[in-house]
């Protein structure tokens, strides 16, 4: 089944990774790379092409991971630490891989690559959500504290930073199902307004504003945000968390300029969103089978287009550990009700989903990424108090 040049080559891609010991098991052959007590094992069933490899090897061994072709005996998370830390280096051959990294960016075409992950389900999601179906980075102040606890402290979080006042008109641009919106509503007494391309997300936020009365001061629709932005709106204040990364390195110019002509003079907008401090494309198996289109701008990018768009940086927080956790919080909720989606959705969803969640821990662990909050102002604010009051 293995040719010899499969073996050769396949060995000499993973004898860079020798920071860490590991065996290779190809066929009745067996490899260890590295120096000391292996940490886990790399089962090859199946032949994976030289070309893949070179064109992409992360989008190669993600899919060979998710057919059983790869299978990893031991500790995946370890697994994927090592492995990461060096396919993130490869180059990639956007021309073979152009249909993955020239994906549209208007309105439907975005639309589109949005409902292809948070319209999975409501029941899906709420397998291994906490209750709030929150699913994006908590905030730990304790290291034991529960996900459902560090969810709310993250929303309570942004919420302390937004100064918010009674009265207040709050947008949230990619607003999820609605939990920050109620959230703000009911501590703070704003009006709340959201926006989001899901229809499954719209459906529960919905319900969640009827469970609470808080119809006439919660409003959810399913808009695109630039749409609100030309209906000539404007807000006190502004959130957005996680939605940032669906926008695309070519439209953030527009996204920063919206969410500026979105803000009254002397507002403050919260931006919450994954960073990649190398400023290089998303990774081909992440845009193929995760997030159509997405991108991971820097914070570097995002400070520039602030200052061009007459928003002035107030604080930088960065969570990147704190999203680290969440994920694994996610990962192991997600293997208690495993069996359970694989009856439903096969075995190769599972795989992937196993590969995403515990794959973005531990990208986010090693350092490939980063998760930020950036607190801006519209103009010049000098009401705000002294210090970081929140």
Known sequence: MFSKLFDTFLV????????????????????????????????????????????????????????KDIEIEGDLF?????????????????????????????????????????DLGNDFYSLWLDETMSYSCAYFKEEDDSLK????????????????????????????????????ALK?????????????QWKKGQERIKQFGLEGQVEIDLI???????????????????????????????????????LKEGGLFLLHY??????????AWIRKYI????????????????????????DVENLRFHYYKTLMHWYNNFQGVRDQVEKVRGTEFVRMWDLYLCGCAAGFYIGNMDLHQILMTKCINNELP?????
Request: net charge negative.
């Open 149 to 184: 606890d560090a969810q709310y402290q993250k929303v309570h979080h942004i919420l302390d930073k937004l100064h918010l006042q009674e009265g207040m008109t709050l947008l949230d641009i990619g607003c999820g199902w609605g939990f920050l919106l109620i959230e703000a």
């Open 188 to 200: 703070y007494g704003v009006k709340g307004y959201g926006c989001t391309l899901s229809e499954e």
């Open 12 to 67: 000499h891609y993973l004898e860079r990774f020798n920071d860490h010991c590991f065996v290779v098991k190809v066929g009745d052959k067996e490899y260890t790379i590295g120096e000391g007590d292996p940490e886990f094992t790399i089962i090859v069933n199946k032949d994976i092409p030289k070309k893949d490899i070179l064109v992409s090897a992360e989008l190669a061994l993600g899919e060979a991971y998710m057919r």
């Open 386 to 390: 002294l210090t970081r009051w929140y």
């Open 274 to 283: 994954i960073s990649d401090p190398a400023e290089k494309e998303t990774s």
């Open 78 to 118: 370890k697994a994927l630490c090592v492995v990461l830390g060096h396919v993130n280096k490869d180059s990639i051959n956007k021309k073979v891989l152009s249909s993955l990294f020239n994906m549209g960016l208007r309105k439907k075409d975005q639309k589109q690559q949005v409902s292809s992950h948070y």
């Open 224 to 262: 695109d945000y630039r749409d609100v932005a030309a209906s000539g709106r404007q807000f006190d204040r502004l959130v957005s968390v996680g939605m940032l990364e669906h926008v695309g390195r070519p439209n953030l110019p527009i996204y920063m300029e919206d969410a500026s002509a979105m």
């Open 291 to 314: 997030f159509p289109g997405g991108s991971l701008p820097s914070l570097r990018e995002i400070i520039g287009l602030a200052y061009e768009n007459d928003m002035n940086v107030v």
